[in-house]
């Protein structure tokens, strides 16, 4: 296909630098379909429309308003967290329900909120739209994925009502202490998570499939891959990333529910748990970190890579110009996934390893560090001589920049290795994977939210509320882990009820603790009025135009704004170009759609794409 | 001019707060002052990096804010400033990672006049083994711990007849003597951490880890457990006391030796085997 394609791009260049010559039909060729128009299920009742939806628009908003249900409850159990950090005196929680909640909340936010979110939230909704497709390829595996996750959400939280409670093994549910007698529900609620990972994953898997080939296999006519939105590389290299880190989640899953139920050994040694000796005999509990890690580290990319694309469209459209550098864009992502891959022991320098593994994988790690810090000189280059407009996705996009330079750099600290001796397992680390893979992808999605509501709903959210929103969320949240690194310096351990009075834990460190957990409270409260501003704008809000921020990319471009079923009407879009064609000079306006043929704007300096 | 102003205050904030708060680490107690140092480098790498990058941007949003009149700069690319910029970075990360490698060959490389102490760790406390008179540990077996013989040590192997066992929270250890830490649990993971030492290592069921250091001053620091161990993980507190010389032979005098114990243990089972059968 793409060497006839590129010989008619030619073509068209030649035509494009003579501007002279009159339009011609030859200019705005496109090549053909190579496949025949989708069949669409269409639906007939209310449930069929709303509930069991084949529609991958409403399955997307359906992922994203069940991910953000789960991830308020993973927002509050963090309060209580706080609480009892600040006031340890007040005998708030138990030992025991301190460490459910660290748990829950770990795997809520990471699992649960951000994963589902990115991919199944924003991949469904921007996927089709984006690629100018009518629908996901399979869009009845596409409903099983939405249901498969809700099936996992609910088998989750019916861990906090079974005997024991749901786990407090921490998120990374080590055995053998995830499931021996010393730690809350080690024979009941462990059970429930690790079947709640495997249904999440099972189901993911469904959707994960529709994410790739739909990119793959239905992309408008001149949607080149090197067209495609940056949001788009992101979410589909996080796809692929998931579905080779997965598989490993999921053997875990189902061996660690093997030693426990059928009294297995795969990662059960010969050991005595509270004074009885356990029948287990010969397992290896280092086998499992690998097998979570080699799932774990590519997890925090199949986070991170959405938000990165979606944040360099964010600031490209903002700021009315080209992101800069796309196809270092491109590769850097592609690269950053690949590479995520020969990384996951950094999780583990201390883990009684080989401590000779220790040299590479320090070595890869900072080796990830070089296209990472590429994607951050593109961002700032694209602000450079830009157009800034200073609305809601830009401050959240600036947020996000501010944040995960932060945490991008930390992570330089606990990625070589005898820098993270005496940083593991502090408050160090929590800042870090906060800062990088909490705050910063959760500023991205607000800013996306924003961005992307007029596409949903047809309103514009309220631009005040947004604004304080912005700055209690951003400014908070930094002033809540910006702090906690030092508390990593002096030593304070994660994963601790409390820290009593340690000789060298001076009283200020348990001060700031008190100040952290005010900061929390506000951060959180914050998010209420971006909850309302989410569901009151969608019959308060301004209605939008069409194309609110002049934007490119195709999602804006359908017949209907929302669009209809089948987004595109009786006829496919056609792509004459890349989505970040800003600014060009002899261009009427300052943005050219995907959609415009090249026909229409003779005279425009455009480069090819 | 507002978001440009916060950006360049969260910078400078940042920079005042790490040079002015109190909140730093403990003195170093042991020769991984150099864990110290690679730290301190990678703080004045990352921290012009992070000044550089957000004093850019907040100088773009405050110059390029939007204007209906003016409009942005075409420039899709910039093969030069970009291969520029890559090859800066990757020597600025060599630069993290090389000295990094060097204290890590170190940490794993044990000194072989190191003095051997086991670390012995369960849920929730601490207990220590010393190598006694002949300097070597006996070897152990999880199968063998009972009552009488709470370590596990295999009975039949003679090293760990002389085995000095201190069933107490509490380890002295020498100063300027290198030690290496065998680290072993019965249970569940557990990790053997001393702020002031640096140094770091889970313990984990089924094998012995261990890390090794030299105590370079004379102290009373408080051991933690640095791997979630289970509900009592944050009350699994023990101590590590530095001496001189004279007053750690001393302590090390009131320890008892494996054979001791276990006679003392059987004595025990025996008068009260006595009583019961009264």
């Known amino acids: 296909m793409s060497d006839e394609y590129e010989h008619k791009l030619e073509a068209k260049s030649d035509y494009a630098g003579d501007a002279s010559s009159v339009s011609t039909p030859d200019i705005d060729a496109v090549p053909d379909a190579e496949l025949p128009d989708q069949e669409l299920y269409h639906s007939h009742s209310w449930w069929t429309t709303y509930v069991f939806s084949q529609d991958a628009k409403y399955i997307g908003i359906q992922y994203a308003l069940t991910a953000i249900g789960t991830g308020l409850l993973g927002l509050v159990l963090s309060w209580l967290m706080r609480i009892q950090l600040a006031w340890p005196g007040l005998g708030w929680l138990e030992p025991s329900s301190y460490y459910q909640f660290v748990t829950m909340h770990g795997m809520i936010m990471v699992v649960y909120l951000l994963t589902a979110l990115f991919l199944g939230g924003f991949g469904n909704l921007l996927i089709p739209l984006m690629c100018g497709a009518r629908d996901m390829a399979f869009p009845y595996v596409n409903m099983l994925s939405y249901w498969a996750f809700v099936v996992a959400v609910v088998v989750l939280l019916a861990s906090f009502f079974v005997p024991g409670g749901p786990t407090g093994a921490g998120w990374t549910l080590y055995p053998p202490q995830a499931i021996t007698a010393g730690t809350p529900g080690y024979n009941g609620g462990i059970i429930l998570m690790l079947i709640s990972l495997i249904l999440f994953v099972a189901g993911f898997t469904m959707g994960g499939l529709n994410y790739i080939i739909t990119v793959l296999q239905l992309r408008a006519r001149g949607m080149t891959l090197m067209r495609m939105p940056l949001t788009i590389w992101g979410i589909f290299t996080a796809t692929v990333l998931a579905m080779f880190a997965f598989p490993a989640l999921l053997v875990g899953c189902l061996m660690m529910t093997l030693d426990s139920l059928l009294g297995t050994s795969f990662f059960m040694p010969a050991m005595v748990s509270l004074g009885e000796t356990l029948t287990h005999e010969g397992g290896s509990p280092i086998l499992f970190q690998h097998l979570f890690w080699f799932f774990g580290h590519p997890e925090v990319y199949i986070v991170a890579l959405p938000a990165f694309g979606i944040v360099s469209d964010l600031l490209s459209v903002h700021s009315r110009k080209t992101i800069f550098g796309y196809r270092m864009m491109v590769w850097a992502i592609v690269g950053i996934g690949a590479l995520s891959f020969f990384v996951w022991a950094h999780h583990m320098y201390v883990s009684g390893m080989n401590p000779w593994f220790g040299f590479f994988f320090a070595t890869t790690t900072l080796i990830i560090a070089v296209p990472t810090a590429i994607k951050v000189y593109n961002w700032i280059l694209t602000l450079w001589r830009g157009n800034i407009v200073l609305s809601l996705p830009m401050l959240f996009s600036l947020g996000f920049i501010v944040t995960f330079l932060n945490g991008g750099l930390t992570g330089l600290f606990l990625g070589n290795v005898t820098v993270d001796v005496p940083l593991s397992d502090t408050y160090f680390v929590v800042a870090h994977f906060h800062m990088v893979m909490g705050i910063a992808p959760i500023l991205v999605v607000f800013g996306a939210i924003y961005h992307w509501y007029p596409l949903v709903t047809g309103r514009m959210m309220n631009e005040t509320l947004g604004k304080v929103h912005f700055w209690i969320t951003f400014i908070g949240s930094y002033a809540i882990y910006f702090p906690m690194h030092y508390q990593g310096f002096v030593g304070v351990p994660r994963r601790y009820y409390e820290i009593y009075d340690s000789p060298y834990v001076d009283v200020s460190t348990l001060l700031l603790n008190k100040f952290i957990t005010i900061a929390v409270l506000i951060v959180g409260a914050a998010q209420l009025l971006f909850l309302y501003n989410l569901f009151a704008s969608a019959r308060l809000g301004k209605k939008a135009e069409k194309n609110p921020w002049k934007a490119n990319s195709l999602e804006w471009q359908t017949p209907q704004m929302p669009p209809e079923h089948g987004n595109w009407g009786k006829e496919l879009p056609k792509v004459y170009r890349w989505p970040y064609d800003f600014s060009v000079p002899g261009a009427k306006e300052d943005y050219i759609p995907q959609t415009q043929p090249p026909s229409e704007i003779i005279g425009a300096k455009v480069e090819k794409t | ?278």
């Open chain 2, 1 to 278: 001019m507002i978001v440009a102003l916060s950006i360049f205050l969260i910078t400078v904030g940042s920079i005042a707060f790490h040079f002015w708060s109190p909140w730093w680490w403990t003195e170093v107690a042991s020769n991984w002052g150099n864990m110290d140092d690679t730290i301190l480098l990678t703080f004045w790498i990352t921290g012009a990096v992070f000044v550089a990058i957000l004093f850019f941007v907040s100088y773009c949003v405050w110059k390029y804010s939007y204007r209906k009149d003016r409009r942005a700069e075409y420039k899709p690319e910039d093969k030069k400033l970009e291969s520029r910029l890559t090859w800066a970075t990757a020597i600025g990360v060599a630069a993290l990672l090389a000295p990094g490698l060097v204290v890590w060959n170190q940490y794993v490389t044990v000194p072989e006049n190191a003095y051997k102490v086991e670390v012995f760790a369960y849920q929730w406390g601490w207990k220590y083994r010393l190598p006694g008179e002949d300097n070597i540990l006996g070897k152990t077996d999880i199968k063998y711990i009972n009552d009488e013989n709470p370590f596990g040590l295999i009975l039949e192997d003679p090293n760990g007849k002389d085995d000095l066992l201190v069933d107490a929270q509490e380890l002295h250890v020498l100063k300027d003597r290198p030690v290496k830490f065998e680290l072993r649990t019965i249970d569940v993971l557990h990790n053997f951490y001393v702020p002031q030492f640096r140094g770091k290592m889970d313990m984990v069921p089924g094998i012995v880890t261990y890390y090794w250091l030299t105590p370079t001053r004379v102290g009373d620091f408080e051991v933690l457990c640095a791997e979630y161990c289970g509900t009592g993980h944050y009350a699994m507190r023990g101590r590590v006391v530095v001496d001189e010389e004279k007053e750690y032979k001393k302590w090390e005098a009131k320890q008892i030796t494996f054979e001791k114990m276990l006679a003392k243990n059987r004595k025990n089972d025996n008068l009260q085997l006595v009583k019961k059968d009264k």
